[in-house]
Nanobody, 119 residues
């Protein structure tokens, strides 16, 4: 059974940091790119970041470039999203998904973890 489970979300102040984790199981993790996508209230899915299966290529949306860092540990079947300098507009439900970008990462994804940036 393919499963992706996100964790690490929560409440952060503007300028703060959070690290999201994604635990994968049920498929050959090292064979797949992993993406982080988010959905803010009332908005559609946004592809935030992606990392190729071998880690040789990464993607960041313009809105998070320079602030977020994606990584993976294939020995643990884990992916991470380090989020620094958080902004109000980063508030969203964050999902990790299997695949490079949308729509693929939205088709096999976890239940999400909520990130709220507030004073």
């Amino acid at each position: 059974q393919v499963q992706l489970v996100e964790s690490g979300g929560g409440l952060a102040q503007p300028g703060g940091s959070l690290t999201l984790s994604c635990a994968a199981s049920g498929f050959p993790f090292s064979s797949y790119a992993i993406s982080w996508v988010r959905q803010a209230p009332g908005k559609g899915l946004e592809w935030v970041s992606g990392i190729w299966n071998d880690g040789s290529r990464t993607y960041y949306s313009e809105s998070v470039t320079g602030r977020f860092t994606i990584s993976r540990d294939d020995t643990k079947n884990m992916a991470y999203l380090q989020m620094n300098s958080l902004k109000f507009e980063d508030t969203a439900l964050y999902y990790c998904g299997r695949g490079w970008g949308l729509p693929w990462a939205s088709q096999v994804r976890g239940q999400g973890t909520q990130v709220t940036v507030s004073l």
